[in-house]
């Protein structure tokens, strides 16, 4: 017997490239959903067979792309970034309103994080800088000193305090692990050979993963600052993320999904849309945003056609 994924349906509202996915083990009825139309969707889930959810509220303020959403650990917040010039957004979620701008970035915000208590947020952006911001939206730090030389493409906070740091990858091939007490650059991690897209940080802390162009996934152990080993996608790498309780790695890459196991660094699946076209040139939509329920029983996916796609792990027999 072997654990398999099965697609269960899709959630349709959104009239742009889904960016990104966040979940919440709070709500485990609820997702938020970030967009290139401009727009966060809170879903209801449903669980449908015809259809997975309902768009239950859409977050409106941001006025370009938004390209990252993350939900505070009590459920109750949801804080964005934008290519909307400079800002993040903290939403109360039980209003759908904005309760704080964050202003200081001089160009697009491209990623953004709450750290495991919820008292910080970091942010990356096109300006090459990382930003430290408390709940108020006062920016207590820039990390600009050894800094990446390129777009800072995403951010994340380590969940081990007995180990505070950030995690950083940009578009100069760079995974940069900073120390959260002094914003002091700990680590710097080399070996991709493109562009970053998404940095991921494994549930215990203890490692992380990485991967954009070059199609590889490398993994890095946070606790000694070394490079552990890499897996190979055969694609771009759009995004990444680790299974909240099971020993797997995630990558979107291109229009399809690979889930590796990290213990025999195997592929247990291979996740393809099924896209009825009727032109046979046509190119199949990119998977460009992933997240786990908090369970880790479903995996939702966003694709450049609009749709969030819904997997659930299954048991087979293969």
């Given at each position: 017997?072997?654990?398999?994924?099965?697609?269960?349906?899709?959630?349709?509202?959104?009239n742009?490239?889904v960016?990104?996915?966040?979940?919440?083990?709070q709500?485990?009825?609820?997702?938020?959903?970030a967009?290139?139309?401009?727009?966060?969707?809170?879903?209801?889930l449903?669980?449908d067979e015809?259809?997975?959810?309902?768009?239950?509220?859409?977050?409106k303020?941001?006025?370009?792309f938004?390209?990252d959403v993350?939900?505070?650990s009590?459920?109750?917040?949801?804080l964005?970034?934008?290519w909307?010039?400079?800002t993040?957004r903290?939403?109360?979620?039980?209003t759908?309103?904005?309760t704080?701008r964050?202003?200081?970035?001089?160009?697009?915000v491209?990623s953004?994080a709450?750290?495991?208590?919820?008292?910080?947020?970091?942010?990356?952006s096109?300006?090459?800088?990382?930003?430290?911001?408390?709940?108020?939206?006062?920016c207590?730090?820039?990390?600009q000193?050894?800094?990446?030389s390129?777009?800072?493409?995403c951010?994340?906070?380590?969940?081990?305090?007995?180990n505070?740091?950030?995690?950083?990858c940009g578009?100069d091939?760079?995974v940069?692990?900073?120390?959260?007490?002094?914003?002091?650059?700990?680590?710097n991690h080399?070996?991709?050979?493109?562009?970053?897209?998404?940095v991921?940080?494994?549930?215990?802390?203890?490692?992380?993963?990485?991967?954009?162009?070059?199609?590889?996934?490398?993994?890095?152990d946070?606790?000694e600052g070394?490079?552990?080993y890499?897996?190979d996608?055969?694609?771009?790498?759009?995004?990444l993320?680790?299974?909240?309780?099971r020993?797997?790695?995630?990558?979107?890459?291109?229009?399809s999904?690979?889930?590796?196991?990290?213990?025999?660094k195997?592929?247990?699946d291979?996740?393809?849309?099924e896209v009825?076209?009727?032109?046979?040139?046509?190119?199949?939509?990119?998977c460009?945003?992933?997240?786990?329920?908090?369970?880790?029983?479903t995996?939702?996916?966003?694709?450049?056609?609009?749709?969030?796609?819904?997997?659930?792990?299954?048991?087979?027999?293969?």
């Open positions: 017997m072997t654990e398999q994924m099965t697609v269960r349906g899709t959630l349709k509202g959104h742009g490239w960016t990104q996915i966040a979940t919440t083990p709500f485990p009825d609820m997702i938020l959903s967009s290139r139309d401009k727009s966060i969707i809170m879903w209801k449903t669980r015809t259809n997975y959810g309902i768009p239950q509220r859409a977050l303020g941001h006025s370009h938004v390209s993350v939900i505070s009590d459920g109750q917040f949801a964005s970034g934008s909307d010039g400079t993040l903290l939403w109360d979620l039980t759908g309103t904005t704080r964050f202003v200081g970035h001089t160009k697009d491209l953004v709450f750290s495991a208590d919820n008292r910080q947020i970091v942010s990356g096109r300006d090459e800088t990382i930003k430290l911001w408390n709940t108020l939206g006062v207590k730090y820039t990390i000193d050894e800094s990446h390129e777009w800072v493409s951010v994340r906070f380590s969940p081990n305090s007995s505070p740091i950030i995690v950083s578009w091939k760079m940069k692990v900073w120390n959260l007490a002094n914003c002091k650059l700990k680590t080399i070996g991709h050979t493109g562009y970053l897209n998404t991921t940080v494994s549930p215990d802390g203890s490692l992380c993963a990485s991967g954009g162009k070059d199609g590889q996934a490398m993994l890095w946070l606790n070394k490079h552990l890499t897996l996608s055969g694609d771009n790498i759009n995004a993320c680790f299974s909240p309780n020993y797997w790695l995630c990558a979107a890459t291109g229009p999904i690979k889930i590796w196991d990290l213990e025999g195997i592929i247990v291979e996740l393809r849309q009825i076209s009727t032109n046979s040139k046509a190119e199949p939509p990119q460009t945003s992933l997240a786990w329920s908090a369970d880790g029983q995996l939702f996916a966003g694709y450049t056609d609009n749709l969030i796609r819904v997997w659930q792990v299954t048991i087979g027999t293969r």
